[in-house]
């Protein structure tokens, strides 16, 4: 299994306007993120090249894994460890074949049949959710619950990252579930003082890892 990483901070400048992408990035490492994935929907190309190649430099210092959401083209130009793709993203066959069988693909699925439908195309972990209510997607859709995640995880052969109303209360039920990690967003982005949120979403995920 490829190293993905059990805590995924999604980097966001559009729920928050106090930090910059590389602010969050640097904030999250020095709390314990060992993954940061790269979410901008909308800007300039260049410019988004250049915030993820001062990202990835930042993430190689300290071998936390650097992912580009939806963008192929940035996580190619910054030298990214991968990518994470949506349902009506960039087609993953397709992305295996730019990017090589070194670099990272994770994919988005809400249900059993989209996990299934990532994983014969060949990712490596899957991105699953909204397990509970979130607002920081416009697109998550209704919270999908941990009964059905359970389900997923059960017929997954590759690690399944737990996303959507993520925080450390309910980490450890997370966990017990057969999740292998957890991403968020609004958790660490949007607190006054996101070392401190990431350190405690860490020390929740490392207590649940215990009692799984």
Same mark, same amino acid.
């Given at each position: 299994m490829k190293p993905i990483g059990r805590l995924h901070v999604l980097t966001d400048t559009q729920l928050q306007k106090r930090f910059s992408h590389v602010e969050l990035t640097e904030m999250a490492i020095t709390g314990g993120a060992d993954?940061?994935? !790269?979410?901008?929907?909308?800007?300039?190309?260049? #410019?988004?090249?250049?915030?993820?190649?001062?990202?990835? #430099?930042?993430c190689s210092r300290s071998d936390v894994k650097l992912i580009i959401n939806d963008r192929i083209d940035i996580a190619?130009?910054?030298?990214? $460890?991968? =990518?994470?793709?949506?349902? $009506?993203? !960039?087609?993953?066959?397709?992305?295996?074949?730019?990017?090589?069988? $070194?670099? +990272? +693909?994770?994919?988005?699925?809400?249900? +059993?049949?989209e996990a299934m439908k990532c994983l014969n195309e060949g990712v490596d972990y899957i991105g699953f959710g909204p397990v509970y209510q979130t607002g920081s997607k416009d697109d998550a859709g209704p919270a999908k619950g941990i009964a059905i995640m359970k389900q997923v995880i059960k017929k997954m052969n590759c690690p399944v990252i737990a996303i959507g109303g993520v925080n450390s209360v309910n980490i450890p039920e997370i966990i017990r579930s057969g999740a292998y990690g957890i991403a968020v967003i609004s958790a660490v982005c949007c607190?006054?003082?996101? =070392?401190?949120?990431?350190?405690?979403?860490? #020390?929740?995920?490392?207590?649940g890892s215990d009692i799984k």
């Open positions: 993954a940061i994935q !790269f979410r901008q929907k909308h800007g300039s190309t260049r #410019e988004m090249i250049e915030t993820a190649c001062q990202m990835k #430099e930042l190619i130009a910054a030298n990214a $460890d991968g =990518v994470h793709l949506g349902q $009506d993203d !960039f087609p993953i066959p397709l992305a295996r074949r730019l990017l090589g069988n $070194d670099r +990272i +693909i994770g994919g988005s699925a809400g249900s +059993i049949e607190m006054e003082d996101p =070392v401190t949120a990431t350190r405690k979403l860490k #020390e929740a995920l490392c207590c």
